[in-house]
């Protein structure tokens, strides 16, 4: 399982490094839009695609944050109850993040598999192919969904690298 872990952690973190790419042309693209308005220039579908560019970035990095404990999360409740009690409410919300998570993921790949057989195009000046920009986020959701199935079995089975009290730092917060 452990290596299981180190493989899909790695995988994560490839989707927060493309996040990052991603970030950085998101900056390019808005300093494109400015300069070519400040010189009177069409800055075509810059505004678009900025959008696209945000929105795969923001999907390809939730797998890796769930993974490190970026998300903010309520420990209110699950931090003054005992081990026994602690791991079943962790693991039901686990198992109920999983499903949420592979809900949104498979209509996020349903989303782009109907913009892709219906040929639908953006309202925009440039009429990108919808199924392009989707598919990207689509994959982020997937991975979000395989990060939150894959913290589920590690409660399930393994939960000493997730417990926090005997996590130390062999657990998913140091991938």
């Known amino acids: 399982m452990r290596q299981f ?3 899909m952690d790695g995988v994560y973190k490839a989707g927060a490094y493309a996040a990052g790419a991603l970030l950085i042309l998101l900056c390019g693209l ?3 839009s400015i300069l070519a308005r400040a010189v009177g220039l069409y800055a075509g579908g810059a505004t678009d695609f900025a959008g696209y560019v945000m929105a795969t ?6 797998a890796y944050t769930f993974r490190s404990n970026g998300h903010i999360r309520v420990q ?12 079943g409410v962790e693991i039901f919300c686990l198992g109920f993040m999983s499903c949420i ?10 989303l782009a598999y109907d913009s892709w057989d219906f040929g639908e195009r953006s309202e925009g000046a440039d009429a990108v192919l919808l199924w392009i920009p989707q598919t990207p986020v689509a994959i982020g959701a997937g ?3 395989i990060a939150t199935f894959h913290s589920f079995l590690q409660a399930l089975f393994d939960y000493d690298t997730i417990n926090p009290e005997t996590a130390g730092h062999e657990g998913p917060n140091e991938v």
């Open 101 to 110: 998570t592979l809900f949104l993921a498979v209509y996020m790949v349903r």
């Open 143 to 145: 991975l979000l969904a």
């Open 76 to 87: 209110l409740l699950i931090q003054k109850l005992g081990s026994a009690p602690r791991r």
């Open 57 to 62: 970035s923001t999907f390809l990095a939730l």
């Open 30 to 32: 808005v300093l494109y």
């Open 5 to 7: 872990s180190n493989l």
